[in-house]
């Protein structure tokens, strides 16, 4: 998957190169800088950094990965959070972009970022990672590479705003009361959700009925979707937050079944409407359920039409469910 989220310490991550937020001056701050330098070797780094001098915010440079399992570290200066007034999230920009430039001159295929700036600088996390994302994502539909944005713990990466409230009410609400019917049988919630939920298709007169039906397989429906919306390959799969081999042995393979979240980033890709999302899905011989988060939060954003892959897989992060990659 070209972008990913990982809860994980950035210096053991298995990438070409990891992103460290320097200082201006060849000297160690703490928080990242300090666990980047103390991993690949702090002696080693620090001389290779000398010989760089210094840095002006949204410069990128690069020294070897030393002790580490990359190849590379990019430093980056990042922004001190002043107020927002001054040039703040332009310079953020600037450190993923000079990055993600130098990473893709060099011949990378992978590369993992701690979200810059947001510690003892002080810039805002959710303004930080709406600006990792929108720069992140703009790269991935123009170049061919696999981008992980660590997160080195869940208070890092609390969402708020109308639309993650919104996604966690219509979670709560939806799950709760499926709970409560599974659990307690308890017919009593009021669930005007339900009304929106496909009618069941008339059973078959017999078996022998049932087997003659025809029925596409997945890899046919997809592409019939794909040529209804006259969009190309690479358009779907770079919607789709998907890797091209992936999406080559998907088109090759009449017989593959990819996963359910390989499926519902497609259906995502193609704009699909909860309908269509269903049929999809049961081409690939799966079914949405209301009894899980993750299709819940799908179910949300399908229904919302907001059909940003990114956005999705942020706000199924927060709430600790598998991002819709394969």
Known sequence: ??????????????????????????????????????????????????????????????????QLKVDYILHTVGPVWIDGLN???EILGKCYQNCLSTAFKMGLSSIAFPLIS?????????LALKIAMNVISDFLLRHEMDVT???????????????????????????VYEKSIR?????????????????????????????????????????ELIDERNLTDAQVYHRANMDRKLFSKIRCSKDYIPKKRTVLSLAIALELNLDETEELLECAGYALSRSSKADLIVEYFITHQIYDIYTINMALFQHNQPCLQK
């Open 1 to 66: 998957m070209p972008l990913k989220i990982v809860r994980n310490d950035i210096t053991k991550v298995k990438v070409d190169a990891i992103v460290n937020t320097a200082n201006p001056l060849p000297v160690v701050m703490d928080g990242t800088d300090r666990a980047v330098y103390e991993a690949a070797g702090y002696d080693l780094v620090l001389s290779e950094r000398k010989k760089i001098g210094r840095l002006f915010p949204g410069e990128c440079a690069v020294t070897s990965g030393y």
């Open 183 to 223: 659990e307690y049988r308890y017919e009593g919630v009021s669930f005007a959700a339900n009304a929106c939920a496909p009618m069941a298709k008339p059973k078959p007169s017999s078996l022998e009925d049932f087997l003659k039906e025809e029925r596409q397989s997945f890899q046919e429906k997809l592409f």
């Open 118 to 126: 947001t510690g003892v600088y002080g810039f805002p996390k959710a």
């Open 87 to 89: 040039g703040e999230s």
């Open 149 to 175: 944005l660590v997160v080195f713990d869940k208070e890092s990466f609390e969402l708020s705003g109308k639309l993650f409230d919104d996604v966690k009410s219509y979670v709560d609400e939806h799950y």
